[in-house]
């Protein structure tokens, strides 16, 4: 494949992507490490060491049996080593499944039978907990047990002589990621890697990186975002630093010392940098910085104009999701109220339908459910029967989320009729959560709900009705029986309200949320 002069933006696969831009940009800084346990020193690649070392790791995994088309698990955190796992995968043609470190048993377990995975990279132990050992148990349960192998530190190398040739079908389906959905049960969410080369391609067009920026990932990077963004990095050439573990201000210090230009994720980040800057008033926090981006979770208008007045740069938010991870974005063109009171017009290529409840079309202005159609959006679900639920005869995905169109093409969202909560940019189920709290013997009854909340976008709070003769439950005694059960940490409840009986309708007898929701709203 000659790969001297072609652009990257013709590449047709991930991997014809990093080789496009490495042969273009080989001694071009790519990623740059955050050194989580000093003093060892930040590290970092170039585009061409990046192409270099995936090849050999894709000759490593190939030795453990991975071939195109194997599915194969993998639960990282946001590092160097993740990135070139990624790309080696990619390399050889897997299925590669990503799943967020914070989950445990029981989300890896049903991933893991979900996908028929037959391989699982775990960091080992993680902060205080062992995935190695974890994993190790779940595998032998299963009836094919997949081989685990750890991917922190060190990966598995060979010779790239021995590797075949890479594929070259950017549509085949080769990226299950996961999220919440309405259902007790994750749904898998089916991607090619044209449509997320196609998202990286959108975000790209929006935020219009230069090879001079420097950008960052300092969110998990198995969310669907980490791959689009690392789309952008080899589209334009510029790097980002990776941050294992955002905490303020001890994070400042790398984006300090490679001079970061973008920032973002969602909400949570743009609150941080926020709070963060107002202990330094009249210094800037970052001074490179020249623009915070990124959506996934709620944003309140006023965040702009304190964005641009105290941090001293832009802010632009977007709308996106697992099934199409760029949907609408802002631009830097739009004026202060266009970037504070709407989520941008649709990306190119992208379709919006607002329609009312018998799913036909409703005019500029009116209320209704947001339908997608377009090169962004997956190809459907893990389980034909939510492909088939969320699909309507026209092609469109019927999102569940709420919202309306401007006169000018510009999307306001206004709310959604899936009953989920959007913490710190995580998509949670509440019935997930009400399922798992319901085995707790002092729990006769339980509604959660989504609390707004200035950094996380919302709070996750369980309204708990207790059994009859038991003592109280206490918020310490169900977050101890969520780790028993296997609950992700960020699931968990940060508020408890204990009621006597749970609103409910006079028809169906189901519970009333959004009286919880205002009655728990209320200052």
């Not at 070139?84 to 991933?111: F, I, K, N």
């Not at 997320?196 to 067009?205: E, H, K, N």
């Not at 050439?237 to 010392?257: I, N, T």
């Not at 607002?354 to 409703?362: E, F, L």
Request: glycine letters at 10%; one cysteine or more; a positive charge.
């Amino acid at each position: 494949m000659n790969t001297t002069a072609r652009d990257p933006a013709a590449a047709r696969t991930l991997w014809e992507l990093l080789a496009l831009r490495a042969a273009r940009t080989p001694d071009a800084l790519a990623l740059v490490q955050q050194d989580p346990h000093p003093p060892v020193g930040d590290r970092a690649l170039t585009f061409g060491a990046l192409r270099a070392r995936a090849e050999r790791v894709a000759a490593g995994l190939r030795e453990l049996g991975v071939r195109p088309g194997s599915r194969v698990l993998w639960q990282l955190p946001t590092r160097i080593e993740t990135v070139v796992l990624t790309l080696a995968l990619a390399r050889l043609g897997a299925v590669q499944s990503p799943l967020v470190p914070s989950c445990r048993d029981a989300e890896t377990e049903y991933a893991l039978r979900a996908t028929g995975a037959g391989f699982l990279a775990v960091p080992g132990v993680w902060r205080g907990h062992d995935h190695l050992a974890a994993a190790r148990r779940l595998a032998a349960g299963l009836p094919e047990p997949p081989l685990v192998f750890t991917a922190y530190t060190v990966l598995p190398q060979g010779d790239p002589g021995t590797l075949p040739a890479p594929p070259d079908d950017g549509t085949a389906v080769r990226w299950i990621h996961w999220t919440s959905g309405t259902t007790s049960a994750p749904k898998g969410v089916l991607h090619s890697d044209s449509s997320l080369l196609a998202s990286g391609a959108r975000l790209t067009g929006a935020l219009r990186p230069t090879p001079a920026d420097v950008g960052s990932i300092a969110f998990p990077y198995a969310h669907v975002g980490g791959l689009v963004y690392t789309v952008m990095l080899l589209l334009r050439g510029f790097p980002a630093l990776l941050v294992e573990r955002f905490s303020l201000p001890d994070s400042l210090g790398a984006y300090r010392r490679h001079g970061v230009t973008l920032a973002g994720g969602s909400t949570v980040f743009y609150t941080l940098f926020l709070a963060e800057q107002r202990k330094h008033p009249g210094r800037r926090l970052l001074p490179a910085l020249r623009l915070l981006a990124g959506g996934g979770a709620p944003r309140p208008p006023e965040l702009h104009e304190a964005v641009g007045r105290e941090l001293g740069c832009g802010l632009v938010h977007g709308y996106g999701m697992t099934e199409a991870p760029v949907i609408t974005m802002g631009s830097p063109d739009d004026t202060p109220r266009q970037l504070a009171t709407t989520e941008g017009r649709p990306v190119p290529g992208m379709r919006i339908r607002v329609t009312g409840a018998d799913g036909t079309p409703v005019p500029p202005g009116e209320t209704g459910e947001i339908r997608l159609r377009g090169d962004t959006v997956c190809r459907g679900y893990l389980d034909p029967r939510d492909t088939a639920e969320a699909f309507d005869t026209d092609g469109f995905l019927a999102t569940g989320d709420l919202g309306r169109l401007t006169e000018d093409g510009r999307l306001v969202l206004t709310g959604r009729t899936k009953d989920v909560i959007l913490r710190k940019g995580e998509t949670i189920s509440a019935q997930e959560v009400e399922q798992a709290l319901l085995r707790h013997p002092a729990v006769e009854a339980v509604a959660v709900i989504g609390l707004p909340d200035a950094l996380r976008g919302e709070r996750v709070c369980a309204v708990v009705q207790p059994a009859a003769g038991a003592a109280p439950p206490t918020l310490a005694g169900l977050t101890a029986h969520l780790r028993t059960v296997g609950l992700a940490v960020h699931k968990f409840p940060e508020r408890l309200e204990l009621v006597d009986a749970l609103p409910r309708d006079a028809t169906l007898g189901k519970v009333r949320k959004d009286a919880l929701r205002s009655r728990y709203t209320r200052p």
